[in-house]
C-alpha cells in the first residue's frame, strides 16, 4: 500500500510540475524548449524506478542502507547526464530552461527525501524521554 501510495505522489508531482510549467510559459510569453518537458518525465520515471528497486523486497538493514546509497547516486548520474546531454545538443543554451529542470530535480528530490525519513532511522521515530 505504501508503494501504492508513493507511485500516485509521485505521478501527482510530476503532473503538477509539467502543468505549472506550462502555465508559467504561457503567461509570461516565455518559451520553454521540450527536453524541460521530457526531463521532467523522465525524473518522474527515474524516481519511480529506483524507489520500486529499493523496496521491491525484503532485506536486511545493512543492504537496504547500501541499496538506498547505490540508489541515490544512480538517480545523481542519471540526472546530470541527461542535463549535460541536452544541454550539447539542443542550443541556444537558456538559464531559464537549465534552471527550471534543476528546481523540478530539488523538488523530487525533497520529495523523496520526506517519504524516506522513516526508512532511514525507522527505530529513532519516538524517543523514550
Known sequence: MKRLDYQLRTIFLTVALLVSVFLAAKFTNNY???WVYVGIVF???????INRWTTKDKMNP??????LMISSMIRLFAVVIYLGISL????PLELKNVL????S????LFFDIYEMRTKLRPDSEKSND
Do not use: E, K, T
Not at 525524473?43 to 524506478?49: D, K, R, T, W
Not at 545493512?62 to 541499496?67: A, D, P, Y
Open 32 to 34: 520553454i524548449h521540450s
Open 43 to 49: 525524473m518522474g520515471g527515474l524516481f519511480l524506478l
Open 62 to 67: 545493512n543492504q537496504g542502507i547500501r541499496r
Open 88 to 91: 550539447y545538443n539542443f542550443r
Open 100 to 103: 527550471i529542470y534543476v528546481f
Open 105 to 108: 530535480f530539488l523538488l523530487y
